[in-house]
Each structure stands twice: as C-alpha cells, then as structure tokens.
C-alpha cells in the first residue's frame, strides 16, 4: 500500500515537472521573440510596422 502510494506519487511529481518544463520553453521562446535582434524577431516586425504606420501619416496629414 505504502509503496504503491508513493509510486503514484513519484510519478504525478514527474508529469507535474515535464509539463513545467514545457511551459518554460514556451515562455523563454516567447521571451526571444519581444527582443529586438536585427531583424527577424516578432518585435523587428512590430517596429518595422509601427515605422511603416508613422510615415503614412506623417504623409497624410503634412499638408501640401
């Protein structure tokens, strides 16, 4: 009984450290993709975006 106990035990403290482990790569990908690295990070895109948007209006509203 005792034994069977923490063999249950054991191995729901393993499936509880595997699915820690996962989320921790998710977290630390997701981590990369907000640090700009010249260019193919989620937030190169962002900025790239945000720079593209600024110079539209910038043009549509400069007036002529």
Known sequence: ???VSIGVILK???A???WAK???GA???V???MRPNSGSSLRDSLDRI???LTQVESY???PR
């Open 31 to 33: 981590e990369e993709q």
């Open 22 to 24: 996962r989320i921790e």
């Open 1 to 3: 009984g005792a034994l």
């Open 60 to 62: 549509i509203t400069t």
């Open 16 to 18: 509880v450290f595997r």
């Open 50 to 52: 945000e720079n593209r």
């Open 12 to 14: 729901s403290l393993a």
């Open 27 to 29: 977290l630390d990908f």
